[in-house]
């Protein structure tokens, strides 16, 4: 998909209300297009002319040459090309990807007409509201947006209808779930920090043997992401992320968590799972971020920033419970088109989690051409996925609370994690090294929780070995 996702709407003669009194959101969204239609149109370039156009754009833009860019988006947008869809989906799209939300607003709201465009800029331009922080001027688009009544689009409409109901009960919070970092919000503003786990979870302690459990990485590497998923629906993000993590939220973390750690163990992938923390403004505890909308690509765009050695690939998602019934959706982005290539859905119940979600890691597998890798710790998928996912997800808390970036208080309890990973240590070599460093971290921050005791482990040399770091 191109960057703010696809939508259309009807038409609209209401204007939108500008941003914190900014002119920047002047426009009006869909009324403007029957005024420039009244006009004598630019003669239209020739196909290969409007290409090479958006082109060259898009290198102003990746030059960090946004004045250049906008001048030949203008000469596009003033021929008749430019009350293209394609045209309008594309310019909104490179804006985005390169975080120039304002010139989305600028240069695209005035021409977009719903009916005529179709789908995709409308949600461009949604999202690029949320981003300037106008509560206003995204409800008109996502009113807009309803009247489509598509029923494919509603889970992720009531996503944005639900971080603009937080930013309308907050407007001086922080950015709405969904949107991190979009738009400044002053000094005083909460701020969302995303913090990459390059190496699996259970590794983090077992350093000293990381020459046995983990494959060299060498020769040209595809890099992946996989993003903490969002909790579109999620009642209340406010007040829930101000209490300690449940099973959704660890779900969340734990299921990119787990996709990463699998294609850490092919010879062809550089992985990294990438979750968010909130940090207060007023010095208060930071806290386990939840998103309640999809990721858009202007986050992909700033994960890709701040990866250090860049990103091919980027694996966002939603995850959805309702009366028992789970669901979880994955969309691969292709980074440098900032495209997305592929879906893939999962549905379960605590019944049928185990097929259904090793189902979905496999599908993922194969449409991404693993393979595993040699090393003397054999990588092999869990076949008992969901009891993984809590394993991988309390490791991640306490991991963090080892590292002083969220407090104790922001996780399950430790008590409980332990339990579970001591139940399930002997289910494989991944599981006891798990158990291994879960118990050393909860030894490390919990004085509360007794660590000692026999525990029963996979029977393995690498197992032996890793149990003499611990003694």
Avoid: C
């Amino acid at each position: 998909m191109g960057f703010f996702d696809r939508f259309s709407a009807k038409k609209s003669t209401s204007a939108p209300a500008s941003a914190n009194g900014s002119d920047a959101t002047h426009a009006a969204i869909a009324a403007s297009a029957a005024a420039a239609s009244s006009s004598p149109a630019s003669p239209a370039p020739a196909v290969g002319s409007v290409k090479a156009l958006l082109e060259t754009a898009r290198e102003k833009l990746t030059a960090k040459d946004l004045p250049a860019a906008v001048a030949l988006y203008e000469d596009v947008l003033a021929s008749s090309a430019g009350d293209r869809p394609d045209v309008l989906v594309a310019i909104s799209g490179d804006l985005g990807s390169h975080g120039h939300v304002n010139e989305i607003i600028e240069l695209v709201a005035p021409r977009y007409d719903a009916e005529r465009h179709g789908p995709a800029t409308g949600l461009n331009l949604l999202q690029a509201y949320l981003a300037v922080r106008n509560p206003d001027a995204a409800q008109h688009v996502l009113d807009i947006l309803f009247g489509l009544q598509r029923p494919e689009l509603e889970q992720r409409l009531y996503g944005f209808s639900n971080a603009i109901a937080e930013m309308i009960a907050a407007p001086h919070a922080a950015p709405p779930p969904g949107v991190v970092g979009g738009a400044a919000v002053g000094a005083d503003a909460p701020k969302v920090a995303l913090v990459s786990i390059s190496k699996p979870i259970w590794f983090y302690g077992l350093e000293a043997m990381a020459t046995q459990l983990l494959p060299s990485k060498e020769g040209h590497l595809r890099r992946i992401a996989f993003a903490q998923l969002a909790l579109p629906n999620y009642p209340d993000l406010v007040a829930a992320m101000k209490k300690p993590e449940d099973e959704l939220g660890r779900l969340s973390r734990a299921l990119p968590l787990w996709l990463a750690e699998a294609f850490y163990f092919s010879p062809s992938y550089h992985p990294v799972a990438a979750v968010a923390v909130m940090n207060p403004p007023d010095g208060a505890p930071a806290h386990l971020m939840i998103f309640g909308a999809e990721w858009t690509t202007e986050n992909l765009r700033q994960l890709v920033d701040t990866s250090g050695n860049g990103l091919d690939f980027i694996v966002t998602g939603a995850l959805r419970v309702h009366a028992g019934d789970y669901e979880a959706l994955l969309r691969v982005w292709e980074v440098k088109t900032f495209r997305e290539r592929k879906t893939f859905t999962a549905r379960w119940t605590p019944a049928t989690a185990d097929e259904a979600l090793a189902r979905l890691h496999g599908d993922v597998r194969a449409y991404m051409e693993w393979s595993p890798d040699s090393a003397a710790f054999a990588y092999v998928p869990t076949a008992k996925p969901r009891a993984w996912l809590d394993t991988l997800g309390g490791s991640l808390g306490l991991f963090l609370v080892e590292k002083n970036i969220i407090p104790l208080a922001a996780i399950s309890p430790s008590a409980e994690v332990l339990a579970h990973a001591t139940q399930h240590a002997a289910a494989g070599e991944a599981a006891s090294f798990a158990f291994l460093t879960t118990r050393a971290r909860i030894a490390h921050v919990d004085a509360a929780v007794v660590v000692s005791g026999d525990v029963t482990l996979a029977r393995s040399p690498l197992v032996n070995e890793a149990k003499k770091i611990f003694v």
